[in-house]
Each structure stands twice: as C-alpha cells, then as structure tokens.
C-alpha cells in the first residue's frame, strides 16, 4: 500500500494572473472611460467588450461576465467576447461554461491556438485528459514553437499514465525554452512514476537550478533518493523543503527516511510535527506506529494504529500493524480478532493467516492454528515458515507423522529451524 506519494503538478497560469500594479491603474481607467462611454451609448457592443476585458484583467470575472454578456447580446459574432468570457468563467472555476465559450469562439476562429490551448486547461481540470490531449494536439499544430503548449499536452498525458508520451513532450518543451523550470520538474515526476530515479533526479535538480525556492523539486527528489535508498540525502532534501514550505508530506517523508536510518527518535519527532499540522493526517500515525515498534514501544505502537485505523478503517495494513503490536505485548486474543479483520478486508493476505496461526497457537487451538497455517501456504506453497509452524501444530496435537512431513517440506525450503525440528521429534 502506498504511504507517501505525492504527485503535485506545475500548472501554468491563465491569462488572468495578477497583474503588475501599472497593469492595473491601467484597466482600472480602462472601466472608468468604457463606464461614462456604456452610459452615453448603451448600445455600443465594444465599450462593453472593453470595460469586461479591463474587468477580466482585475481578477474581477463575475463583472466581466456581466459585460461580456451584454456585448455578446449585441453582437454575437464578437468572437473575442466569447474568449474572454470563457477565461473569465474559468477564473470562477465554471470549467464546463468555459468550455461552451471557448467552443463557440472556436466556431468563428478555428485557427486560434490559444482557444484550443485554454479549451485544453478546462478540460484537465474537469479530469477529461484525453480531451485536453486532443486540444492541446491541435493548438501545437497550429503553433508548434509554444513551450507551454507542450509542457501541458505532457501533464495529461501523464495523468492517462502515458509517462513515455508525456517525456517525449516535457522534452520538447524544454528544447523550445531551456529556461523553463515547469517541464523539468513535470518530466522528472515522469520519470520517477517509471522509477528511473537516477534521471528523475538530475531533471529536479535542474528545475532547481532555475528556481531555487522550487520546494516540490525538493520533496519530489528526496523521494527519488529515499526509493534508492539514500537516506540521508532524502533527509537533506526533505529539509529544504521543510524550510521552504513547512511541508506536512515533507515532514511525514523526512521522518520515513530517519526511520530507515534506525534514527526513531527523530522519526517519531517529525511525524509529531506532520499530526501537529493535522491531526487527520492518517499516513503520520502508521508511520509513527513504525517507530513506536522499532523503539519497543508496543503500546504506543497500538495507540497509533488505532488512530489510524479510525482514519482509514477499509486499510487491512492498519489492523494487521495493529495486531503485531498486540500480540507483542502477548494479547493473542485481541491479536487474533485484528488477524481476522485484516483477512475480512483482504482474504488473500498471507502473513495475516501466518500471524494469526501463530496466536491460535499461543492460546492452544492447535486445530485452528493448523487450518491458518494450511490457508497461508494455499496462498504461498513457498512459505517455509508457515510449513514449519504447521509441524509444531501438528506435534501439539499429536500428530507426529504430519508434523515430520511440514518439517521436512520446511527444510526443503529453506527454514533452518526445521532442521532442530527433524532431529528433535522425527527420529
């Protein structure tokens, strides 16, 4: 099960970002002269188009939609009011009423590779990333020396999980604009979704070179070298991020990567600090549960997994982690009930047959340890373990000859305490 991936994509802005403050005294005038022009001639389709662009470019997008309404009313084949209209509806998240418009300008004015580009935003953000790669195809060949235009052909593809298309795309951004830190940073998520960490890497750190406070960069390559195994470098990197952002998941990944450096005091530190920020983040209480159990600490253990499992009740993984914790502090009972509800939420869960053998066995139902021991070697015939404890079952129960044959089998698999078993009972 997956604790820690955290894909966060680099979107570029709509043509309605901030302004720059001259921008804005500038528009600001732009609605005071179309204001007096609207009330002299209201019937003027261009002063309307002109006071909701200057409106659209001061973020206000409900007064823009307000004009461009009129100035469509006046004249329906002001294209330009249909795209701005559209730009403004995405301003307000109206993705679908932004597509209508855009469509409609499209219409008037097939050859504009901004529509199609605009078109191509909306629909990824209504998750229609095939939709987005067909606008975005179009806008390209129309205007194949847009960076941008690549860049974002490349996140939807990578959504379709196309990670081989969305490189080749991320790529050809970059050659259009070495500049641009957004498809650096996208092809290394890529690249990392294939696990070539060692290319991933180099790409995120070039995104880093061109923005130093990039602190997704920064996360996006810690987990790159986490998953080879560099911890201490993950840790570096999660720091930055830390100081940059104070990053929960950063915090949450930081703390993993101490773990594996058998550093638990530290772990359980930052995994604190993750529940401190929420104390819903579910991953920090298993994670901290991992510690807990490193460090001996099996109450705690259960105490995180409970907390855990109240977040994530349909996750087999918590009551299992919780069973372990119990049945270390040798509550086999309430161990054995953890076992079944793991194995009700996942019936092909191997170890949690295993584990809850094990407890039958400590509360001597030699019996049912025998049939959870059979059910863990149905699911892996390879289990040398579960063969071996069948044998000490099976010998529980008297049954000596069943018990030299798990022995054996146990033997032949490589479980070197059967050999102690063999010469011990089977002689």
């Not at 067909?134 to 959504?159: E, L, Q, V, W």
């Not at 990670?163 to 259009?176: H, N, P, Q, R, V």
């Not at 696990?195 to 960069?217: P, R």
């Not at 995994?271 to 460090?295: H, M, P, Q, V």
């Amino acid at each position: 099960m997956k604790k820690l991936l955290v894909i966060i994509l680099i979107l570029p802005c709509f043509a309605f970002a901030q302004k720059p403050n001259a921008d804005s005294i500038k528009y600001v005038n732009f609605v005071k002269y179309y204001s007096k022009k609207i009330a002299d001639q209201p019937n003027d389709a261009d002063a309307w188009y002109k006071r909701g662009d200057a409106k659209f470019n001061l973020d206000d997008f409900n007064g823009a939609i307000a004009d461009l309404d009129q100035a469509i009313k006046l004249n329906t084949k002001n294209e330009d009011a249909y795209l701005q209209r559209g730009r403004s509806k995405s301003g307000l998240k109206d993705y679908q009423g932004a597509i209508d418009d855009y469509t409609k300008y499209l219409a008037i004015n097939p050859k504009s590779s901004a529509a199609y580009y605009d078109r191509g935003l909306a629909k990824r953000y209504l998750e229609d990333f095939k939709g987005a790669v067909d606008d975005y195809t179009k806008a390209i060949a129309i205007d194949p020396t847009d960076a941008d235009f690549f860049n974002d052909r490349g996140i939807s593809k990578k959504h379709l999980e196309d990670y081989k298309g969305a490189i080749e795309d991320y790529t050809k951004s970059i050659a259009l604009k070495p500049t641009f830190e957004s498809p650096y940073y996208n092809r290394g998520l890529a690249k990392k979704a294939l696990k070539d960490y060692k290319s991933a890497i180099e790409d995120f750190t070039k995104a880093i070179e061109l923005v130093a406070n990039n602190g997704d960069a920064y996360y996006s390559r810690g987990d790159c070298k986490r998953y080879m195994e560099d911890y201490a470098g993950a840790v570096e990197d999660y720091t930055k991020d830390i100081a940059i952002s104070n990053d929960i998941d950063a915090y949450n990944a930081r703390g993993l990567s101490k773990f594996h450096l058998n550093d638990n005091a530290g772990a359980i530190a930052d995994f604190d600090k993750a529940i401190a920020i929420d104390g819903k983040y579910a991953n920090a209480y298993y994670n901290r549960g991992l510690a807990d159990e490193a460090s001996n600490n099996f109450t705690d253990f259960v105490d995180d997994c409970t907390k855990y499992i109240a977040l994530e009740p349909k996750d087999p993984d918590g009551y299992f982690k919780r069973g372990n914790a119990k049945f270390d502090l040798e509550d086999y009972k309430n161990a054995l009930e953890d076992y079944t509800t793991t194995i009700a939420l996942d019936p092909k869960y191997v170890d949690a047959f295993y584990n809850r053998g094990l407890s039958k066995r400590n509360l001597e139902d030699y019996k049912g340890a025998i049939e959870d021991y059979t059910q863990a070697i149905a699911l892996d015939a390879q289990n040398a373990d579960a063969y071996n404890n069948r044998g000490i079952a099976k010998n529980l129960s008297n049954d000596l000859t069943g018990a030299c044959a798990d022995f054996k089998k146990a033997l032949e698999l490589g479980n070197k305490d059967a050999s102690d078993n063999i010469a011990k009972f089977c002689k």
